[in-house]
């Protein structure tokens, strides 16, 4: 090779290489609803730039994945009871290099339990049945209120037999369901009714 051949080859113009730097972690990922069919997420935006929010979940059967470029999204389409895994990711310019994700978890709410009924009432209980809500859920809880007092308990049955009440009294009754973290409840589904009086005493 000459050496002019040399100094042409050295004014070639070099194609630059480009690369983006990972987008930071996103700030403050909280949860702002939470219903039996939905999640919403809200988060802020990390520090620097970035392009857009890849959001994946993760829960019962299912894993699914979609982009926004906003801060918050709703996610629809879950099943009651179930505990869902929420990963927010920020992506860079690209379309390809991602920063570091945020996870976190929440149970959706539980459904209604369905068709409560009264299949016994004497002068000190109340026999209570009911059926399954829709989706999951991990146990029931059963509230009582009538005359002075205020009970609860829990069971993982679909019948309950309250005891203990008193003669004559009104009573309501609520039954929840309630998810594996023992903490997020469905909506009650709840039921009046009077005990039946005790037998007069002495008649003469």
Do not use: C
């Amino acid at each position: 090779m000459s050496m002019f051949e040399d100094t042409l080859l050295s004014f070639v113009p070099q194609t630059p290489f480009l690369a983006h730097t990972e987008p930071a972690i996103i700030r403050n990922l909280t949860f702002t609803e939470i219903t039996t069919a939905s999640v919403s997420l809200n988060w802020a935006e990390p520090l620097g730039n970035r392009s857009f929010y890849r959001v994946e979940w993760t829960g019962g059967n299912s894993s699914v994945s979609q982009n926004t470029t906003g801060t918050s999204v709703n996610v629809t389409a879950l099943t009651a009871g179930v505990q869902y895994h929420f990963t927010v990711t920020a992506v860079a310019g690209d379309n390809t290099t991602v920063g570091q994700s945020k996870t976190v978890s929440k149970y959706t709410k539980p459904a209604v339990i369905r068709n409560l009924t009264v299949s016994k009432i004497t002068t000190s209980s109340v026999f209570l049945r009911w059926i399954e809500p829709f989706g999951n859920r991990s146990f029931y809880s059963v509230e009582w209120t009538g005359g002075s007092r205020a009970m609860n308990t829990t069971t993982n049955e679909t019948a309950f037999n309250v005891t203990e009440l008193t003669a004559g009294v009104k009573y309501t009754f609520k039954v929840t369901a309630v998810a594996g973290d023992n903490i997020t409840k469905g909506n009650a589904q709840e039921k009046a009714l009077f005990t039946e009086p005790a037998v007069i005493r002495n008649l003469t």
